[in-house]
């Protein structure tokens, strides 16, 4: 039984909003609420369970207001950001510099980002009800071109409902989306009809705050108020594995490699996280702790080079965070581009591009190596919840409205969905796309808290919903290898799903609500992040990864799910949001093992 994360990344002053993990595997960037985007570094895979996390850059400080959606392109150039000031920014991985100036591409805030496989487009969902697809132009400024426009999530009155979350299947054929808490029921939407695909799925019993598949493309994890991250399998719908929490989980990210998950939420730290052994596995402690935002983390992307992770957090910050074999420090950031804050986060596959959506309406891409925005940031008529690039280099954005496919390329709208709503009054929360990009996975912000597959050819639910969270998901992602879930929610855990039978393999408790996860690069370690501004990481048993990987899990029936709990409980100091662990005046960054 695993009872502490690997390790705890401290930095954000505020909730951490959303996480996305670059391609590299090296770095990881998180949103917070204090309006701020970091990135962190990650070293040596191989020796992560000794790492912790470290600021590299930011705070990336190009929003307004809280930066709630992130995501990176394929190639890891590029960091799309969307706000809460319904805008969308781009960031240059390299120098960390704005690219080009904001979108304002939603009528409200902006809540989920999703980049396609491509690299050329992005999807977005907002507040506003819809989801929008849009190009980028040479994979790194986005223009205000709309390529596609749909909506889907509806109450049983099938009023429109938030988009929480959205990411885009492997082979950029499928958006998965999420909607809020009267609609938590992941949906699969066909890009090429903007209808459903396939039948929902449900589990959770709180909003999904998040969705995110692994690198494989076959685990959808999800991210939710019920404190956990559970991870489903895609082919399936079939919860395989739970991570529980201490706190409400509004993002989840997964390594490059899928062998581990970083989540943020309520906790306000990130949770590094190893995918479980046994066939579902409940884990209760990080293998270490990130600590420096001074809000609830929203946000955790991490990079292909498997050494740093950037986090976005209600701080309105972007913090970039290098693992070593000491301490989680911040190396970059805190990117302050946001007005609101930063909710989600997602890394480009080659790691040059960082894309941020936030409270503010907007996703603004980053320059992962100037840090600098890339063009105007992309804004939204809805809150944007989550952002994430798909196999193809396509930017997906969910919003509280709907979600929404960008070619990454020209900055255009490729697609539009709304599937939550149509059955509840929810939006998307968190998204995630399959390997192949042929589906896209989304966790409900709503009261049934499920998670659901999209067809995006036809934008119609894939499966049906993938249930067992109990309160709101916050967070889906997929492990590296596309065969394993990630979600995190505020029944307080994180919980791991087989993607080809959406069977729930592993969970890991927290002591708080979880906001967000995410994978290592190799995809043996999980990282969340929790509302007391805490990244926690943890290890996954070696033997759901060989299931996951050999797909052994598709035709056996669930076996049991081990539950870890956290030994100790956190809290935030009311000026520096330092961990507490075991007294009122130890502050140390979390790393038991």
Not at 186 to 192: A, G, N, Q, V
Not at 212 to 219: D, E, F, S, V
Not at 483 to 512: F, K
Not at 574 to 584: D, F
């Amino acid at each position: 039984m695993h009872q502490d994360p690997v390790k705890t990344f401290d930095g954000h002053e505020d909730h951490i909003l959303s996480i996305a993990t670059f391609p590299d595997g090296k770095r990881i960037a998180t949103g917070s609420q204090d309006k701020t985007i970091r990135i962190w570094r990650l070293l040596d895979g191989r020796e992560m369970k000794k790492w912790t996390g470290r600021v590299i850059a930011g705070p990336l400080d190009g929003h307004t207001n809280m930066t709630i959606a992130l995501d990176i392109s394929l190639d890891g150039g590029i960091l799309v950001s969307g706000s809460i000031d319904r805008t969308v920014l781009l960031w240059d991985t390299t120098t960390w510099q704005r690219k080009g100036l904001p979108l304002d591409c939603h009528e409200d805030a902006i809540i989920s980002i999703a980049t396609f496989p491509d690299g050329k487009r992005i999807a977005t969902g907002s507040w506003d009800e819809t989801i929008r697809i849009w190009r980028l132009a040479d994979g790194r400024e986005m223009k205000k071109e709309r390529l596609a426009q749909f909506k889907g999530h509806r109450d049983a009155n099938f009023n429109n409902s938030w988009n929480w979350s959205l990411t885009w299947t492997r082979d950029g054929t499928h958006i998965l989306s999420v909607g809020d808490e009267d609609d938590p029921i992941i949906r699969s939407w066909d890009t090429s009809t903007l209808k459903q695909a396939g039948n929902s799925w449900t589990g959770h019993d709180k909003i999904i705050c998040n969705i995110i598949l692994n690198p494989a493309g076959t685990l959808l994890a999800l991210a939710s108020e019920d404190h956990t991250v559970r991870l489903w399998q895609l082919s399936t719908g079939t919860e395989v594995a739970r991570y529980q929490h201490s706190e409400l989980v509004f993002r989840v990210a997964f390594s490059v490699d899928g062998r581990f998950m970083f989540s943020g939420g309520r906790d306000d730290k990130i949770s590094q996280w190893e995918i479980s052994e046994d066939s579902i596995e409940i884990q209760q402690d990080p293998v270490k702790t990130f600590e420096g935002h001074e809000d609830l983390i929203t946000s955790i992307a991490t990079f292909p080079d498997g050494k740093r992770i950037v986090t976005g957090s209600v701080d309105k910050t972007i913090r970039l965070w290098v693992r070593d074999v000491e301490t989680g420090r911040v190396v970059a950031g805190p990117l302050d581009g946001h007005t609101n804050p930063v909710l989600a986060l997602d890394i480009s596959l080659d790691g040059g591009i960082l894309a941020s959506g936030s409270w503010d309406r907007t996703v603004i891409l980053w320059d992962t190596t100037t840090w600098q925005t890339k063009g105007q940031p992309l804004e939204y008529s809805a809150d944007v919840t989550w952002v994430q690039f798909s196999p193809t280099g396509q930017l997906g954005v969910a919003t509280e409205e709907d979600i929404q496919i960008w070619d990454s390329d020209r900055r255009e709208c490729l697609a539009q969905f709304n599937g939550h709503a149509k059955f509840n009054n929810s939006c998307y929360r968190s998204l995630t796309w399959t390997r192949d990009g042929t589906h896209i996975l989304s966790a409900d912000m709503g009261d049934h808290a499920v998670i659901r597959s999209w067809d995006t050819s036809t934008l119609k639910p894939a499966s049906n919903p993938w249930t067992g969270h109990d309160d709101i998901i916050h967070h889906i992602i997929l492990n590296p290898a596309g065969t394993l879930l990630a979600s995190a929610s505020e029944d307080h855990t994180v919980r791991l799903w087989q993607l080809s039978t959406g069977i729930e393999v592993a969970r890991y408790e927290h002591s708080d609500d979880v906001f967000r996860v995410a994978f290592s690069v190799d995809g043996h370690f999980i990282f969340s992040g929790c509302d007391d501004g805490k990244i926690s990481q943890w290890e996954i048993p070696e033997d759901v990864l060989i299931a996951a990987s050999s797909d052994s899990l598709a035709d056996e029936p669930k076996t049991k799910v081990i539950i870890s709990n956290c030994r100790s409980l956190y809290k935030l100091t009311s000026t520096h949001a330092r961990l507490v662990l075991h007294g009122e005046n130890k502050r140390h960054v979390f790393t038991p093992r």
